[in-house]
């Protein structure tokens, strides 16, 4: 089983690019089709999914975020990130990284980030 | 996109009883991509269910989940302390994943 585990920096100003990195241990990244996702959750609210991305960088994105977010993947470091840029408050969130199988199976412990000046 | 509305929003029961959530779609889909995971505070979400009905690694077959269509439910036979959590349903589909609002299950 994959473990995951997010970083990066726990806040950032608004109108900047919040930017996450997810290692991965255990598997090799570019040995499956698997994808691997970004979600979010906002304090006390419920869950987001991000975008999905495999380890040839085909990604898919929500809708509603499309604009805003960019996924690559490395496959010499066996990580994924995640940029969004244009962040406010809204984007306050703990940011979960996790393995994508039409449902997602393994998942990283969360990062929070908070979006204020 | 598919929407999912829960129901109950929340549960309040006792260690031992019955628990009965509810997940409907906005549209019919195939049950291949319902999913259904639990989440207690601090922690990130478990996959419980993938396919409507499998359950997944390690998961006790007191977790049950059913039904197709638009109308989905997860069922757990009989409460541990444990499992007194919030639970959300998931859809895969054209526009990619959407999560239903969650069920807090309590103690009553």
């Known amino acids: 089983q994959p473990q995951l585990q997010e970083s990066g920096p726990g806040l950032v100003k608004p109108s900047e690019t919040l930017s996450l990195t997810c290692t991965v241990s255990?598997?090799?990244?570019?040995?499956?089709?698997?994808?691997w996702g970004w979600i979010r959750q906002p304090p006390g609210k419920g869950l987001e999914w991000i975008g999905s991305?495999?380890?040839?960088?085909?990604?898919y994105y929500n809708p509603s975020l499309k604009s805003r977010v960019t996924l690559s993947v490395d496959t010499s470091k066996n990580l994924f990130s995640l940029k969004l840029n244009s962040v406010t408050a809204a984007d306050t969130a703990v940011y979960y990284c996790?393995?994508?199988?039409?449902?997602?199976?393994?998942w990283g412990q969360g990062a929070l980030v908070t979006v204020s000046s | 996109e598919t929407v999912l509305t829960q129901s109950p929003g929340t549960l309040s029961l006792s260690p031992g009883e019955r628990a009965t959530l509810s997940c409907r779609a906005s549209?019919?889909?195939?049950?291949?991509?319902l999913a259904w995971y639990q989440q207690k505070p601090g922690q990130a979400p478990r996959l419980l269910i993938h396919?409507?009905?499998n359950r997944a690694t390690g998961i006790p077959d007191r977790f049950i989940g059913s039904g197709s269509g638009t109308d989905f439910t997860l069922t757990i036979s009989r409460l541990e302390p444990e499992d007194f959590a919030v639970y959300y349903c998931?859809?895969?589909?054209?526009?990619?994943?959407?999560f239903g609002p969650g069920t807090k299950v309590d103690i009553k």
């Open positions: 996790a393995r994508d199988i039409r449902s997602f199976d393994n």
């Open positions: 255990g598997v090799s990244i570019s040995s499956t089709s698997d994808y």
């Open positions: 991305i495999d380890y040839s960088g085909n990604a």
């Open positions: 549209h019919s889909s195939s049950s291949n991509f």
């Open positions: 396919g409507a009905s």
């Open positions: 998931q859809h895969y589909g054209s526009s990619g994943f959407t």
